[in-house]
Nanobody, 122 residues
Framework: QVQLVESGGGLVQPGGSLRLSCAAS????????MAWYRQTPGKERELVAR???????DYADSVKGRFTISRDNAKNTVSLQMNSLAPDDTAVYYC????????????????WGQGTQVTVSS
């Protein structure tokens, strides 16, 4: 019913920048929360940044001051601008969204994208 598709990952040198994008499509009435997570093999998936109703945002301590999450509610997209990238930022990045599918019941479902690889290396 709902699909999230990420793009923008790749290989970048330390200190460089990347911009990740995620587009949601399908049976969407509205999207409450959108977020970016990341995961490295052997580690738990961790929250990187989140946006609630396009207003309140917060970030993991490790990325504060370097990453910026933004969203376009008209297009149902969310992006993550990543600056001053370091090797520790290497991970698969996943888009997450809590989607309202019914305008009357306000039922919500959580969806994940397929992930996009970000590699920071010299």
């Amino acid at each position: 019913q709902v699909q999230l598709v990420e793009s923008g990952g790749g290989l970048v040198q330390p200190g460089g920048s990347l911009r990740l994008s995620c587009a949601a499509s399908g049976s969407i009435f509205s999207i409450d929360r959108m977020a970016w997570y990341r995961q490295t093999p052997g580690k738990e998936r961790e929250l990187v940044a989140r946006s609630i109703n396009g207003g309140t945002t917060d970030y993991a301590d490790s990325v504060k001051g370097r990453f910026t999450i933004s969203r376009d509610n008209a297009k149902n997209t969310v992006s993550l601008q990543m600056n001053s990238l370091a090797p520790d930022d290497t991970a698969v990045y996943y888009c997450y969204a809590e989607v309202v599918v019914s305008p009357t019941s306000r039922v919500k479902f959580a969806y994940w994208g397929q992930g996009t690889q970000v590699t920071v290396s010299s």
